[in-house]
């Protein structure tokens, strides 16, 4: 199982939206509404964002969004701030051969 | 408070085996799925695998099976990762996660890794 792919990086200024890809198949993202996002400053412990697709946990700031179409989901930042800096992976449910596979990562860059 | 403290870091000869331990703390570990995740050097996080609530089952990534092997102790509501046959390619943060709840597949407590170096 390969994992799922994000975009290396991503940046920009304060304010500004961004939004990370992270693309899979029919056999996990496109199969499943299990896509969940972490952020993670290396070496801490990865927080959870998104579930779901699309839900937050109670303390994430509603400025982070997720979504998806196919087999592509998405985390929407509505309004880059400065501790938004770090990377992010997304996860998805694949079945019960492969059980979960993780994105490769995107290290957000606040400019 | 919901925690999760993992044991420290290890080194290792090629070919031995590891165990990291994980106590949980503010939950009991018979009530979610339970899970290891790691992250070798400059690569993104992988999952590796995990045990069910009643123990009773666990369930391993594909390039972990026969190595690794998920258990715990309900007595002292402790998670333990034993990975053996181990490689300089093994050289990793290791994570443990709680699973949300008993439907949820993401994971919304993480341990704070233990670093497993591999060398001869």
């Known amino acids: 199982q390969s994992a799922l792919t994000q975009p290396r990086s991503v940046s920009g200024s304060p304010g500004q939206s961004v939004t990370i890809s992270c693309t899979g198949t029919s056999s996990d993202i496109g199969g499943y509404n299990f896509v969940s996002w972490y952020q993670h400053h290396p070496g801490k412990a990865p927080k959870l964002m998104i579930y779901d697709v699309s839900q937050r946990p109670s303390g994430v700031p509603d400025r982070f969004s997720g979504s998806k179409s196919g087999n592509t989901a998405s985390l929407t930042f509505s309004g880059l701030q400065a501790e938004d800096e770090a990377d992010y992976y997304c996860c998805s449910y694949a079945g019960p051969f492969t059980h979960y596979v993780f994105g490769t990562g995107t290290k957000v860059t606040v400019l | 408070q919901v925690q999760l403290l993992q044991s420290g870091a290890e080194v290792k000869r090629p070919g031995a085996s590891v165990k990291v331990s994980c106590k949980a703390s503010?939950?009991?570990?018979?009530?979610?799925?339970m899970h290891w995740v790691r992250q070798a050097p400059g690569q993104g996080l992988e999952w590796m695998g995990l045990i069910t609530p009643n123990g009773d089952v666990t369930l391993y990534a594909q390039r972990f099976q026969g190595r690794l092997t998920v258990t715990r102790d309900t007595s002292t509501n402790t998670l333990y990762m034993d990975l053996s046959r181990l490689t300089s390619e093994d050289t990793a943060l290791y994570y443990c996660?709680?699973?949300?709840?008993?439907?949820?597949?993401?994971?919304?407590?993480w341990g704070q890794g233990t670093l497993v170096t591999v060398s001869s």
């Open positions: 503010g939950f009991t570990v018979t009530g979610y799925h």
């Open positions: 996660a709680k699973e949300t709840a008993a439907a949820g597949k993401e994971f919304d407590c």
